[in-house]
């Protein structure tokens, strides 16, 4: 219950920041509709009772009541309708606002890695049409409710005992929650599956597994996962509408049985003599409205019960990222150091990701001495991308510390932290904005920077790019626009590696294969350029640059090289002294060295 009334909470804030005056207009347009409604069963009573008794007068004003009635239902639904599309408008701008900020402001990356984080994600997408205007199953349940007082308030002035007709729409409302919490859980149980659906559609009619999906006729084999999946997901669906609909035929006989006990009262009563003709029209006339209002609650009910479940999960994801941003508010706040002294240390680090057992790190020692390039090198799987993550904090150990100068990382503003902190990585981003802007993001501050962006494109071996593009930094990159151009990998990589080189003074330059998507002359000859700007920077800032390569060869010009094994460092040195050591990095350089011959 606690939870309903969080949700309901969730559900008006949501509206109210969207929109105040819509959603007070919408609450009133909608109840007044219904209401409107079954008043006009009064006016039919009154012209037939005029009709029959030959009173002009009361059928005039029984004919005036529903003329008037039928007007302003007509007026009050165009407004209700006018009113809640802006409203959902706006909703959608604030939802997705806000959902972008949770997912992408989140400090982390748990909620990409995790599969069942995945699938709650994925189900706030699937269900954006129940948060598009969640404040609509409230109003619309509150309509329902005054427009079947409204019919209470007069079948009641006929008679006493027509007031328990509602009552039989009880079993249809009650079973039809129970069908909604039914179907809930069944979504739960697809989820997974539905996201299997989504990749593969995806995969099957985007760009980038174009080429492959051509060469090896994969076409026909995404199509049968995509279809086998389906199957699967549709035999659990049929079975539960079956089940589903035997119990609404259940809840409806139920009702249908006390219609028709209400009508058989009336209709004795009328031939008693006790009731008017008038009586019996406006019974069987809000009669059958009985049974469409609570066919509207009933769905409104499910409408209400399903949307309360999207907010649930909108709920968690809000949730969820403040509580992520309240993790990292560090209880013994220290400055991030302007300049390096010592460099960076790694004190008994241990790592396992959040959902599994195996530990990826375990009690590893290293220092980095400011001023330093370090190179990482080990197969994959061996934990180098693992540390990366750890020292850019999308991850905190599970044990020991990372130290700067001494200082636990942990003491640091998250935010703080990252503003002296500058990446690229092998999974880069193709942003397609204008060329100029998806180098400058690297730098906020600079993005419309012309200097800067293109000392950024010099620095990352990129200068020559501009002049390639038909309107130079202006040009709109990727084809998803109207005059877009496209890149090749390659081209994207030195976009990329350039938005990385726009903070020209970070403590730590991470470089996580970087240029994996170019051939190891070009790549040597990059990191040739970023050791003497690594160099520069040292001198500045005793900033360290740390490069995480598969290439050995590109690796030989850092002060230290790492290699990395089963979660710890195995070997370091230099290039020299791990040759002449004739260990694990010997062996891996000596096997990379004859493939290239």
Known sequence: MAELFSNLRAMCA???????????GSLVTTALVPVTRSLQAVGFGLIADGVLSGDDSKAATGALVVAGLTGANRLLDWASVTVRMRLREHTIVLLDSQVMSYIAGAPGLEHHERPEHQDRIGMIGWERWALNNPFMPIAWTLGSVVQMLATLAVLGGLHPLLLLLPLAGIPPLVIGLRIEKLWERVRQEHAEARRSMALLSELATTAPAGKEIRVFDLAEELERRYRSTFEVVDRRERSVDVRAGLMSAAGWGCFALGYMAAVALVVSRAVAGDLSVGAVVVTLSLGAQVNRQVTELVDNARWFARTTEAVGRYRWLADYSARAHAALVPADPAPVPERLVSGITFDGVSFTYPGTDAPVLEHLDLHVPAGSIVAIVGENGAGKTTLAKLLLRFYEPTEGGILVDGVDIRRFDVGAWRERLSAGFQDFAKLQFLARESVGVGS?????????VTAALDRGAAADL?????????????????????????QWQKVAVARAMMRENPLLLLLDEPTASLDAATEHALFERFAGQARRAAERTGAITLLVSHRFSTVRMADVILVIEAGRVLERGTHEDLMRAAGRYAELYSLQ?????
């Open 14 to 24: 949501v509206s109210w920041q969207a929109d105040k005056a819509r959603s007070i």
């Open 444 to 452: 906020l501050p600079n993005l419309g920077d012309t200097v800067a």
């Open 466 to 490: 501009p002049a390639r593009l038909p309107a130079g930094l202006d040009t709109q990159l990727g084809r998803e626009f109207d005059g877009g151009v496209d890149l090749s990998t390659g």
């Open 593 to 597: 060295a004859r493939s290239y011959r």
